[in-house]
């Protein structure tokens, strides 16, 4: 594998491992961690990998030579994540809307792809003018065996507004019956990003809020069962993995991310003598490519401060 950027010394020699409560951490190169995971072992994997548009994550910056560069990099960790997958697991793949075509002609070739879904959220940052800017990114939902495999609709259900809201009535059926309040919900996803005065906040220019997470892991994993990120960043799969009683494998290549991990997840307070705590928040912040910007007013609700 290639890329560009300076990556730590500690992460090109053998990945460290951190164990908690029903967590395990890997600090180094999913690459070479995963081939250390039993094949057909885990439950569900959340793969949300660098995007190649030029972000810095700490010694590492997100570039790749060309889009087939970076589609064969893909292929790489994709092929062993399938490999860790039981029979019955699904995977949830993120990844630019550029690159996402790619992924998704690789991956129906292997698995079978049950929904293509739209993360959709708020407007935020620098607003484009010559073009249509981005509101989305897209999530593949994909499945080993079409016939069996985990999807708990009941833990996800949303409100249905025929039912709930304007309780219309269904004449269609011999006896008329008031509409269902709930339902599945479809494959547009509206969750706010992770805002700077959140409480879930941490120093990462692509987190993903827990709220994603949670529909994702409740929708296909059981307690007990085992959750794979093969690009961890701030730990939020784990986090929600935990939470809700699964277990969870977590690997990061950079060590300033696995101790947001540690911490987060209870594992340690100290590294290296060193005492992990959160991220202060001031006013003046730094943006995705480590520059600061202006001065940000207390926020009070999600979308009060852009």
């Known amino acids: 594998m290639q890329r560009t950027g300076t990556e730590s010394s500690d992460i090109n020699d053998s990945p460290q491992q951190f164990t908690g409560d029903g967590v395990q951490i890997f600090c180094g190169d ?22 190649n548009l030029g972000k810095r994550f700490r010694e590492f910056k997100d570039v790749w030579p060309s889009d087939a560069a970076y ?27 550029q690159a996402m075509p790619f992924l998704d002609l690789w991956l129906r070739e292997r698995l079978t792809v049950l929904s293509r879904i739209v993360w959709h ?32 609709a009941g833990d996800i259900e949303v409100e249905a507004r025929t039912g709930a809201v304007r309780q219309l009535i269904d004449y269609r059926k011999d006896t008329p019956a008031p509409y269902r ?25 692509s987190q ?3 709220t994603l997470l949670e529909r994702i ?6 307690p007990g069962d085992l959750v794979l990120d093969p690009f961890a960043g701030t730990f939020t799969t784990c986090a929600v993995a935990k939470r809700l009683r699964r277990r969870s494998i977590g690997i990061e290549m950079q060590p300033d991310y696995v101790k947001v991990g540690l911490r987060r997840l209870g594992i340690a307070t100290h590294f290296q003598g060193e005492l992990l705590k959160p991220p202060e928040k001031p006013y003046v912040r730094r943006n995705g490519n480590g520059r600061h910007g202006g001065l940000e007013p207390q926020q009070s609700g999600l979308f009060d401060a852009e």
């Open 30 to 51: 999913c690459l070479d961690v995963m081939r250390q995971i039993p094949d057909e072992s885990v439950d569900l994997v959340f793969a949300d990998p660098p995007y």
């Open 71 to 97: 589609a064969e990099w893909c292929y790489q960790w994709l092929e062993l994540a399938i490999s860790k997958m039981s029979g019955t697991a699904s995977m949830y793949v993120m990844t630019s809307t």
């Open 121 to 152: 959220y708020d407007s935020s940052g620098v607003q484009a003018r010559k073009y249509f800017g981005s509101l989305y990114e897209p999530i593949l939902l994909c499945v080993k065996d079409a016939k069996a495999y985990a999807f708990n």
């Open 181 to 205: 309040s709930t339902k599945v919900p479809g494959n547009t996803w509206y969750y706010p990003r992770v805002r700077y005065r959140m409480p879930e906040y941490e120093d990462h220019p």
């Open 208 to 210: 993903k809020p827990e």
């Open 217 to 222: 892991v409740k929708a296909s994993s059981n």
